[in-house]
């Protein structure tokens, strides 16, 4: 059973810590502990004291990010989510899409958990967790003329692989579908059962296909943390401009903090992408002026259930990174 004193929803930065944490044991081989946390009045900003190897200290400071983009009805969606995982005993931090909704009542809590039951890793080199969801796709013959398929929805940026493959013009609505399983070649059979699927007959005829949304997730070292790392806004051109706005904005609170800091420090920052090879975090890291994050000595970026390394200093440069004496 979920812990009594736990509040629901769950803060984002402490799962993210864990999972930095994680990380960091097995890039530096030292143990970690937290000693201490305390996360600002607005809950966007947590700071840590870590021990390193039992006799260093490392300062982290965790920007969440995703937080200021959620609503009530989400928040309220996470809390029922959140609560259920725990009372499976299921300690995760879980990566939903962006805009994905939550399931909030049954069925759709017992399907998530039997998902979550049923998902294996990514691959033998990436321990993070497929969470497959059927969903369907829908596709309708709009015209005899032409070879092309308009997409609404995930598959959106795919819809060029279609171009002269299809007898006439479609729509393809795969507003169910939000991210794509992670084995290409099960894409390239979703792609095929398309252009399958388009040999019907007659114009405004609709065709059903089955479809998976996968979800990533990460277990936790630590029971009763599960955590939904979600928003419910999907991307959009204004997102990257006020994610630098928000970001700069934290990093400016933390100047005085780098300045005074006598120990190493990490800075872990909390975002949302599709993929880890699609997030915006780091490239709006790099574009900043550098004298807002100097002062951290490693900075990350944690999305999808992935730490992605913008910052790490050179061999030795660290403390921990001298052999222990014999």
Known sequence: MPKSDRDYPAELSVAALHIFLDWFGHTSARSTKILEKTLSENQDLLQANIQVGRQWDLSCTVIDTLSIESDLSYESARAAVEARLDSEELSIALWPPRAAPLPQGEPGLSELIL?????????????????????????????????????????????????????????????????????????????????????????????????????????????????????????????????????????????????????????????SALTVDEEKLSWVLKGMDPSLYAGFSIIVVIVDGSVKPVIVPQEGALPWDVPLPN
């Open 115 to 271: 998902a979550i039951r049923d998902a294996k890793q990514v691959s033998n080199d990436d321990t993070r967790l497929e969470i497959r969801r059927p969903v369907h796709i829908y596709l309708r013959r709009t015209s005899t003329t032409g070879s092309v398929v308009t997409v609404l929805g995930g598959l959106s940026s795919l819809w060029a692989q279609f171009t002269n493959r299809v007898p006439g013009s479609f729509q393809l609505e795969s507003t169910e579908l939000h991210r794509l399983p992670h084995n290409e070649e099960e894409r390239e059979e979703l792609i095929e059962s398309i252009v399958n699927a388009s040999t019907q007959p007659d114009v405004d005829d609709g065709r059903t296909l089955p479809a998976i949304d996968a979800w990533t997730a990460v277990w936790l070292r630590e029971p009763d943390l599960a955590t939904v790392m979600g928003s419910p806004r999907p991307t959009s051109d204004t997102q990257a401009s006020s994610l630098r706005r928000n970001l700069r904005k934290l990093l400016i609170s933390q100047k005085d903090v780098q300045k005074n800091a006598e120990q190493p420090r990490a800075l872990i920052v909390i975002g």
